[in-house]
């Protein structure tokens, strides 16, 4: 994934897919709730 894409998300330009979400998510160690703003904690629950 290159810059431009990742800044189209950033600002809401594009959306991501199921399937970018979770690569992000695991890209980052984050939770997908936490990449689309639903809890402040990035912490993942499993």
């Known amino acids: 994934m290159n810059q431009?894409?990742?800044s189209r998300y950033e600002t809401g330009?594009?959306?991501a897919?199921?399937?970018?979400?979770i690569k992000l998510a695991d890209y980052f160690n984050v939770s997908v709730d936490?990449?689309?703003e639903?809890?402040?904690n990035p912490k993942?629950?499993?």
Not at 17 to 21: G, N, R, S
């Open 4 to 6: 431009n894409s990742i």
């Open 13 to 15: 330009e594009y959306q």
């Open 17 to 21: 897919d199921y399937e970018t979400l």
């Open 34 to 36: 936490y990449l689309l």
């Open 38 to 40: 639903r809890t402040d």
């Open 44 to 46: 993942i629950n499993r």
